[in-house]
Every structure is written in structure tokens, then in C-alpha cells.
């Protein structure tokens, strides 16, 4: 039926049916607001479509299945071997749908076909991975006397509010709504206002697989807009919040009158150690793959600072921009491309003013710098920066681009302290072929994740989560689960 659908055009002159609606209590409506969002393909500025944003409307409704859905408790009364069913097979739709879906998550995002297809594939991973766990979460029993007896059980929030950020919308929202799903949260989810389409996937998968209505509501819409009402509204029991540290820092504000629960995976300024011991070719590949190639440096846990002993530095810095000055930059739709284009030409300018504040403070431009003119694309030339200090803005804030920082260190203390010496605690990496180097290290750096001799060394069962300014609950393995519910004790005198 045309009229259930917005058509989607894409580029290769294929016209796929799309749908580009709001997702409410089991099924996309007709638009309310009657307003629409475009959606620029960061390679060309084109139109990938337009997709209809949420208002005052749509968000109380999306609220109200959400809440009724959780009040009828489907979730929490619904068999573990059910739900287990459920999310395989959403598994399999995703892996059925995961060409189609990187195609136009490429053309909205900017990454990789391959990158984005694989992103599908990882979602999928993802629901296969907890609907293993559905019947596995185990309860506490804790002793206290021969009269009386304790447990503890894991309980949901209720409805759960959840904001996605750009870059990497698929694989966050697998992960937020199969661990809420476990738990027992139901779900009203924002996709991010610059590549929201793909998401739109998951409502017709749910409506394919009998997903029961109002547990999971997509609504579409701009942060500052749509985002904030969401997070005004009075009934989301729990936040769970990916993005930046300044808007998890607004949620906070606008909602402690209310004391809402908060999750909150931020952003980051990732240290890789590199020892005089360390493998420099390795070190230096996970530098390309660390901070270029994944989507250009636009990863919460990118490699954005290297902090490397002298012995090696000469090495590691001439290994790094031969390979840098080789990066293809281009289009995802292009097989070679190595560095893809920035989301929006405002983050082209954010990333080309923290380049020219690096100048500015005095470190050296080893390589790249500045924009790469191909097409109207978003593109910016790989950059490494050489002899940074600890007090440059570069050295300090989130660039969100291809652009990382290199310090020297002379002992461990320092390189430790180079290390931490910023707000953020995401991820950092250590590169040594000292176990014992590698263990001192990463006892000492204050991040949720520490990686050994390589850089993303990951998997749906490990959890990984913020110190400090990177936010706080832990995603991913079992973890998971328990970071996104709250226990009750229940205690029994016996008679
Ligand atoms: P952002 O904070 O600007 O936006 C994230 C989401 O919040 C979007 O959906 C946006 O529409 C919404 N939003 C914006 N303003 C809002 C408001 N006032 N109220 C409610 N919602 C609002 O972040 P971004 O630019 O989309 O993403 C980049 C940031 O996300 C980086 O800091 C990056 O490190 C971080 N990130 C962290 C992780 C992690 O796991 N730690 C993963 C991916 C991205």
C-alpha cells in the first residue's frame, strides 16, 4: 500500500519504500505536527529523505502506550523462553535486512557500506547475544539468621526513555532496547535527528515479528526540540542517555526536581601508552584504525591522544604519517574508501576550529590540517598533531574528528598523569610487551576500558562504560543487564 509509506529515492536510481514515520504503540502513524526533518548524505549535501518529527502529540502518545504496556506488565509477566524467541528473531531480521539497512544507514551517516552492514550484523549479534540471557538472570539469596530469610531481585525502572546519538545509531539502539527488554523496561527511543532512517528498520522489524504494542515507541525529532520535551515529560521513569557529556549535563538539570535514573555513556579523549618495548608497526596500525578509519575519528572511544616514549617516537611518527598521507579519503559508497566524511558541515567546522586552535597553541602539524575539497562532502584530511601539551584545548576537549595528539612522556608517572589528566575516562590502550608493564598501567588509568597492544579489542559480551566525565552504568555482557534495573530485597521473619 503506497500511502503507509514515504518513498525513500536513493542515489542509485533504486527507489526503495521506506518507511519514514514515527513508530508508536505497535505501528508507524500518520504525522501529527505535519512537520518534516531532511536528511543530508554527508558526501553531497542530497536529500536522503525526509522524515516526520515528533511533537507535543506524538510524544504523549508515544508516553502513554509506553506506560500502559508497562502498567499491563507484558514484559515482566511474558515467558523467559518467549522473550528469548522474540529477540532471536528480531535477530534474524536484522541479518535478513542488514544490506538494505548499511545501504541507506551509508547515505544518511556517511560511513562505509561495508561498516554500516556490518553495524547491522552487530546489532543482530546483539540480540542474539541477550536473547541467550533471558532466563538467566539469577536472583540473591542472602543469610541472615535461621528465622528469617532474604532475596534480592532485579527489577525494571518502568518506562525508559532513550536518546541515541549519529554515530553509530543501529549498534546503540541493539544494545539499549535488548538489555531494557531483559530487565523489563518499556521504551520510548529518539534516533538521532541527523541519520534517524535506519532506525525505522526496527519498527518494521517489530511489527514483522509481533513485537506486542507500546513496549517499544521510535519517535523522530531535533535534540534541542523533540529531545527536550521528551526528557521533560513526566513519565519516563529512567534515562538512558548516549552523547555528549553537555547535554547528559542539561538532562540532569532539567530533570532533578524529579529525581529521574540516569545511564549516561559520554564522550571521551582515549590515551594510548606506547612503551620503548612495543611493537611500533602494531601500534602504529591501531593508530589508523583507532582515530581514521572507523568513521573518521567520529567513535566515542577514538585513539585521540598517543603518549609515546622518545626512544621510539622518530619510528612511530614517520611509520604514521607515511601511512596517514595514503588514506583514501571518499564516499561510503566507494569500496576504497578508507576516511569518510564528516556527519554535518557544522561538525566539518567544529573540527577545522579545534585544528586551528592547535596551531594556534604552538603543536607542530605533522600531517593533514585542514578540509579535503572532494564534491560538497564533509571531508577533513587526516591529522596528527606532534608535540602537544597537557593544557591545549586539543588536548583537553572532544575533537570528534580525524585529528589525534601526540605528547612525549619520560617516565611511567608521567605518562600516567598525561594519561588522566583530562575530564573524560572512556577507554585508553597500552602498547608493551611487559605484562607486568601493561597490568601497573592499567591499574593506574581511570577509564572503563583499558586495551593491550591492539585498539578495539571488543565483543557484546564485555561490558565497557564511562569514569568521570564518560558517564556512568556499565552496556554490554551481563553487566548490562543489571546496570539498567534496580533491585528490591525482599525479607521474611519465618514463623
Ligand atoms: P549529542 O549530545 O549532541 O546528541 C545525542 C542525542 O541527544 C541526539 O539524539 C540528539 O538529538 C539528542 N539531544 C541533543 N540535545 C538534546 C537536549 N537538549 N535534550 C535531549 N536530547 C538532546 O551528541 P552527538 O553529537 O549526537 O554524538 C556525539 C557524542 O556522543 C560524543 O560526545 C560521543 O563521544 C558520544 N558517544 C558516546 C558513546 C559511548 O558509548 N560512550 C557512544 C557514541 C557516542
Known amino acids: 500500500m503506497l500511502d503507509s509509506y514515504n518513498i525513500l529515492v536513493l542515489f542509485d536510481l533504486k527507489i526503495i519504500?521506506?518507511?519514514?514515520?514515527?513508530?508508536?504503540?505497535?505501528?508507524?502513524?500518520?504525522?501529527?505536527?505535519?512537520?518534516?526533518?531532511?536528511?543530508?548524505?554527508?558526501?553531497?549535501?542530497?536529500?536522503?529523505?525526509?522524515?516526520?518529527?515528533?511533537?507535543?502529540?506524538?510524544?504523549?502518545?508515544?508516553f502513554e502506550s509506553a506506560k500502559k504496556a508497562f502498567d499491563k506488565r507484558i514484559l515482566l509477566d511474558m515467558d523467559a523462553k518467549e522473550k528469548s524467541m522474540m529477540m532471536r528473531v528480531i535477530a534474524n531480521k536484522l541479518r535478513e535486512k542488514k544490506i538494505e539497512g548499511g545501504k541507506i544507514l551509508s547515505q544518511e551517516n556517511g560511513k562505509t557500506i561495508a561498516q554500516c552492514v556490518g553495524e547491522f550484523e552487530g546489532a543482530a549479534n546483539t540480540f542474539d547475544y541477550y536473547a541467550g540471557l533471558t532466563d538467566k538472570i539469577e536472583h540473591k539469596i542472602i543469610p541472615s539468621g535461621n528465622d528469617t530469610f532474604n532475596y534480592v531481585v532485579l527489577e525494571p525502572f518502568g518506562v525508559s526513555l532513550q536518546i541515541v546519538p549519529w554515530n553509530y545509531p543501529v549498534s546503540i539502539f541493539s544494545g539499549m532496547v535488548a538489555q531494557n527488554l531483559i530487565v523489563g523496561n518499556t521504551i520510548v527511543i529518539k534516533p538521532p535527528e541527523l541519520c534517524p532512517i535506519s532506525s525505522n528498520f526496527y519498527g518494521q522489524i517489530f511489527q514483522e515479528v509481533g513485537v506486542p504494542d507500546g513496549i517499544i515507541n521510535i519517535v523522530h525529532g531535533y535534540g534541542e526540540v523533540t529531545g527536550r520535551k521528551l526528557v521533560q515529560h513526566p513519565s519516563s521513569d529512567y534515562i538512558v542517555f548516549t552523547g555528549s557529556p553537555q547535554v547528559a549535563s542539561e538532562i540532569l538539570k532539567e530533570t532533578a526536581d524529579r529525581i529521574v535514573p540516569t545511564h549516561f555513556e559520554l564522550g571521551g579523549k582515549s590515551a594510548a601508552i606506547i612503551y620503548p618495548d612495543a611493537d611500533i608497526d602494531k601500534a602504529v596500525d591501531s593508530t589508523v584504525k583507532g582515530i581514521f578509519e572507523p568513521n573518521a575519528g567520529q567513535i566515542?572511544?577514538?585513539?585521540?591522544?598517543?603518549?609515546?616514549h622518545p626512544k621510539v617516537k622518530d619510528e612511530y611518527m614517520t611509520k604514521l604519517t607515511e601511512k596517514t598521507k595514503k588514506l583514501k579519503i571518499g564516499s561510503g559508497d566507494n569500496a576504497d574508501t578508507q576516511v569518510t566524511p564528516l556527519i554535518s558541515q557544522e561538525q566539518l567546522k567544529r573540527v577545522s576550529n579545534y585544528v586551528k586552535s592547535g596551531i594556534q597553541s604552538g603543536a607542530t602539524l605533522a600531517v593533514g590540517g585542514e578540509a579535503a575539497e572532494i564534491g560538497d562532502g564533509n571531508y577533513f584530511k587526516p591529522t596528527v598533531f606532534d608535540n602537544v601539551?597537557?593544557?591545549?584545548?586539543?588536548?583537553?576537549e572532544e575533537i570528534f574528528g580525524p585529528v589525534t595528539s601526540v605528547f612525549d612522556f619520560n617516565d611511567e608517572d608521567e605518562a600516567i598523569d598525561i594519561a588522566n589528566s583530562t575530564k573524560y575516562g572512556l577507554a585508553s590502550g597500552v602498547f608493551t610487551a611487559d605484562d607486568q608493564k601493561a597490568k601497573w598501567t592499567a591499574d593506574r588509568i581511570q577509564a572503563g576500558i583499558i586495551w593491550q597492544n591492539d585498539w578495539f579489542v571488543d565483543g557484546v559480551n564485555l561490558p565497557?562504560?564511562?569514569?568521570?566525565?564518560?558517564?556512568?552504568?556499565?552496556?554490554?555482557?551481563?553487566?548490562?543487564?543489571?546496570?539498567h534495573g534496580q533491585t528490591k530485597r525482599i525479607s521474611k521473619r519465618l514463623l
Open 17 to 62: 519504500f521506506m518507511e519514514l514515520r514515527n513508530f508508536i504503540n505497535g505501528r508507524f502513524i500518520n504525522s501529527i505536527s505535519k512537520k518534516k526533518i531532511p536528511i543530508l548524505n554527508p558526501s553531497n549535501q542530497k536529500v536522503v529523505g525526509n522524515i516526520d518529527e515528533a511533537l507535543d502529540n506524538e510524544i504523549n502518545l508515544a
Open 300 to 308: 566515542c572511544v577514538a585513539m585521540s591522544r598517543v603518549i609515546i
Open 389 to 396: 601539551k597537557t593544557d591545549y584545548t586539543i588536548a583537553q
Open 464 to 483: 565497557g562504560g564511562g569514569y568521570k566525565r564518560s558517564g556512568y552504568g556499565r552496556d554490554g555482557g551481563v553487566d548490562g543487564i543489571y546496570s
